[in-house]
Each structure stands twice: as structure tokens, then as C-alpha cells.
């Protein structure tokens, strides 16, 4: 008797990941961009709307068919058509999968096609405000066409991290806040400083914090940014920030608001004038539990301002009693990022490594190492430098 061998449907109802229970599935299938997620459907009738009830929704470039064309068809026009019709792909894709959608989403985020507008985004978050308690949401757009926050994304309440890329918030300062939020990323955002105080007023849990922005109002000062973050742990702020933030010198009494900052990161700061360093001063001074500090330092920066070494000399009371790591990418042997050093090596009594990302040419390297192995330091601590 000939035996009827399975069919292929049969054969993937008794594979392991098929037995895996719904949840593990849906793990799974987060990891994969959701066009893939939903080309899963196809596999069986079981696996049809498995796709659907994943919490975790992610849409970008990767979410449609990229549109090929010929080599020979790169004018603007033909770029721009293409661009569009990715667009429009992209924003009929997301209200047809949140229709099919059953269940919670708790993660969702939108990485806009460049050079195009985002309008229909509004009621996308609209939707998500009346209908999901969503934890984490990341909006990034085209830096040509920033897209102003819709007012009913305050009403996510249940947000623990929030992201957004290249956001206009000219809202009044009216939200009663989020409870919840622990994370906060604000990259090239543009915001008033009453809305951004505000904001961060308002989040009591906010452990984490990213500032690259255009703050609109010159009269915001780094105290009142300090203020607002009283639970703070984890801290980085970008490029020339702290220009529109510090203070011309670095006050006498300073309160210590940031008792609770163990790692603090200075990404691109500019140390050609002498805000970067009031700011870093200003910062230290407030943060006495500081346990890490990153610098990835602004390349072609000059070296003649002789005011930086007498702002360090002014503050020469700086101490960081609870520092262990200090790390510097970027690094160019500069006098003022050596003087810069020392002077944390000096005032470091807990500090126990220092690593430095050289930009120096081999035969200058054991020259700089030689000079910061014999500089004072208030502890043994080991110097690493990496090419």
C-alpha cells in the first residue's frame, strides 16, 4: 500500500516553531520589517493572521517595494516620481495594517522617506491615542520637511520611551505631561522654552534624556534645564546645544540638582569657544554622583583661545569625587584637550580607567601617553588608548 506522504502544510503544522506558543511567535516576528512580518500570512492557513497580533509595528523604506528603474532615468523628475510613489505606498500601508491589526500595540514607529511631507501622520497618531496604551514611539522625518507634533500625541499616556527626529512642538504648554516616560530623545527638534520646560516638568520617571535642538528663546538657561531633570540618569547632549543654554561665566553657587546622573555624554561639543567648557563645568558641579564621562570631541577645532585655561584655573575647586570612567573619542592632542585631562585625572580620586580614541599619528602617540602617564592623578588608573 503506497503511503500518502504529508503535505507541505502539514509538514509546517508539526515543525518546533509552530508549536511555540503565540507569544514567542510574536517576538519573533517583531525582529522582522513588517512587509516580511506579513509575508508570513502565506505560509499556511494557521500562520494567515498570525502577523497581526505582533506589538510591535515598524514602518520606514524597508516597508514597501522600492521602485526600480533604469540607470538612464535619474533626473529630478523621474527621482522625485519614485520618491512619491514610495510615499504613497507607505501611508496607504500603515492605515490598512493598523485595520488588521488585532490586539495591543505597544511599540510603533514611522522613519519617513526623505524629501517628502508626512500630513497623513496625524491621524495615524490620532488613532493610536483613542485605541492602544503604546510604550515606545519613534517619529523621524527629513530634516528639508520637519513635521510639526500633532497635539493628540500628548495624549499617550502610557509612553515610557519617546524619539522623535526633526519635530516641530509649538504647542501651548497645557499637556498635563507623561507619568510614565523614562526615556526621552529630542534630535533636531525645534521647541519654545516654555514647551520644553514644560515637557520636562512633566515627566516625573525621566531617566533618560537626548537634547539636539533648536531651542526658539535665547533666554533659557542651563539652570532651569537642570531643574526640570531631577531624576535624571543618564544624560547626552549634542553639538552647539549648549550655546543657546549657558551662561557667559560659571556662577559662585550652583544648585545640585542632578544628584542622581552617573553617565553623562558630550557628542560633538564645541570647544573652539568657551561655552562647551562653561557648560561641562556647570554640569559637573551639579552632578556630584557623575560616575562616567563621554566626550566624542568636534574635529578642526582651533587651538589659540587662551581663555580656556583661565576659566579651568577659575574653577579650580571642581572635583569629581565619584568618577570611574572618562572616555574621548576623537581625540587630537590638542594643548586644550590635554590640559582638559589632567585636570580630570587630578580631581578624580575614584577614577579607574580613561580611554582615549586617537586621531594622532603613530609617532606622536607614545609622545601623548608618555605626558598623561606622568601627569598628577589623584588614583591609579589605567590609561587605554585605541587607534
Not at 491615542?129 to 523621524?140: D, F, G, P, T, W
Not at 543654554?245 to 542622581?260: C, G, M, R
Not at 583661565?310 to 581625540?331: A, P, Q, T
Request: aromatic share 8%; glycine share 2%.
Amino acid at each position: 500500500m503506497k503511503v500518502k506522504r504529508p503535505t507541505k502544510a502539514q509538514r509546517l503544522s508539526s515543525t518546533t516553531i509552530n508549536t511555540l506558543p503565540q507569544t514567542i511567535i510574536e517576538n519573533i516576528l517583531c525582529f522582522l520589517p513588517i512587509r516580511e512580518a506579513a509575508q508570513t500570512s502565506i505560509l499556511s492557513r494557521e500562520w494567515r493572521y498570525k502577523w497581526t497580533t505582533i506589538p510591535k509595528l515598524e514602518f520606514g523604506s524597508s516597508s514597501v517595494l522600492e521602485i526600480r528603474t533604469q540607470e538612464n532615468q535619474t533626473s529630478h523628475v523621474e527621482r522625485a516620481r519614485k520618491i512619491m510613489e514610495r510615499r504613497r505606498k507607505l501611508f496607504n500601508a500603515i492605515p490598512r495594517v493598523l485595520l488588521m491589526h488585532q490586539g495591543p500595540i505597544h511599540e510603533f514607529s514611522i522613519d519617513s522617506i526623505a524629501n517628502c511631507d508626512c500630513f497623513e501622520l496625524d491621524p495615524i497618531i490620532f488613532h493610536l491615542s483613542r485605541n492602544h496604551a503604546v510604550k515606545k514611539l519613534k517619529l523621524a522625518f527629513d530634516y528639508m520637511y520637519p513635521h510639526k507634533l500633532p497635539l493628540c500625541a500628548f495624549s499617550l499616556h502610557h509612553l515610557r520611551d519617546l524619539h522623535l527626529f526633526n519635530v516641530v512642538i509649538d504647542h501651548q504648554p497645557i499637556f498635563s505631561g507623561f507619568g510614565s516616560l523614562r526615556s526621552l530623545c529630542l534630535y533636531s527638534v525645534k521647541i519654545s522654552k516654555n514647551a520644553l520646560l514644560h515637557l520636562l516638568s512633566n515627566c516625573p520617571s525621566l531617566k533618560r534624556f537626548t537634547l539636539l535642538g533648536s531651542i526658539c528663546d535665547k533666554d533659557c538657561t542651563i539652570i532651569e534645564l537642570f531643574d526640570c531633570l531631577h531624576v535624571i540618569e543618564d544624560l547626552t547632549i549634542y553639538g552647539d546645544t549648549p550655546e543657546l543654554l549657558v551662561l557667559d561665566s560659571v556662577p559662585n553657587e550652583l544648585p545640585t540638582s542632578l544628584i542622581h546622573l552617573k553617565y553623562f555624554c558630550f557628542n560633538e561639543p564645541y570647544f573652539g569657544e568657551d561655552h562647551g567648557l562653561i557648560f561641562l563645568l556647570i554640569l559637573i558641579k551639579c552632578s556630584p554622583n557623575l560616575e562616567k564621562i563621554e566626550l566624542d570631541i568636534d574635529e578642526g577645532i582651533a587651538d589659540d583661545n587662551e581663555t580656556w585655561f583661565g576659566i579651568l584655573e577659575e574653577n579650580s575647586d571642581v572635583r569629581l569625587e565619584h568618577l570611574k570612567e572618562l572616555e574621548i573619542h576623537r581625540f587630537s592632542n590638542l594643548r586644550r584637550e590635554m590640559e582638559l585631562v589632567t585636570v580630570i585625572l587630578a580631581r578624580s580620586p575614584k577614577l579607574k580607567k580613561v580611554i582615549i580614541h586617537s586621531l594622532v599619528e603613530k609617532d606622536e602617540e607614545s609622545d601623548m601617553l608618555k605626558i598623561l602617564l606622568q601627569a598628577s592623578r589623584a588614583s591609579p588608573v589605567e590609561i587605554v588608548v585605541i587607534d
